[in-house]
């Protein structure tokens, strides 16, 4: 059974750094092209970053210059690495695994950005 477990998420005042990890489970990590997205109150989910199974990664722009997306195949995790956040980031961050016709999602966590 595939699992995706995120964490790293929590309460940060505007400027600051929060690092998100998902880890993987019951699948063959090295394969899948990892992505997060992001889903705040009233508003659709999006796509903030993406790394394919060879390392290459796209980012929204909203988040281009700030957040960092990596992966370390032998831990079976993605990261998200998240600095000078802003309120608007505030959101609930989900990791997402795709390959051809199958795709995961993880729980989701809470990002909140406010003084």
């Known amino acids: 059974q595939v699992q995706l477990v995120e964490s790293g998420g929590g309460l940060v005042q505007p400027g600051g750094s929060l690092r998100l990890s998902c880890v993987a489970s019951?699948?063959?990590?090295?394969?899948?092209?990892m992505d997060w997205y992001r889903q705040a109150p009233g508003k659709q989910r999006e796509l903030v970053a993406s790394?394919?199974?060879?390392?290459?990664?796209n980012y929204a722009d909203s988040v281009k210059g700030r957040f960092t997306i990596s992966r370390n195949n032998a831990q079976n995790t993605v990261y998200l690495q998240m600095n000078s956040l802003k309120p608007e980031d505030t959101a609930v961050f989900y990791c997402h695994a795709r390959r051809a016709t199958r795709e995961y999602w993880g729980q989701g966590t809470q990002v909140t950005v406010s003084s």
């Open positions: 019951g699948m063959i990590f090295q394969i899948f092209h």
């Open positions: 790394i394919t199974s060879g390392g290459t990664t």
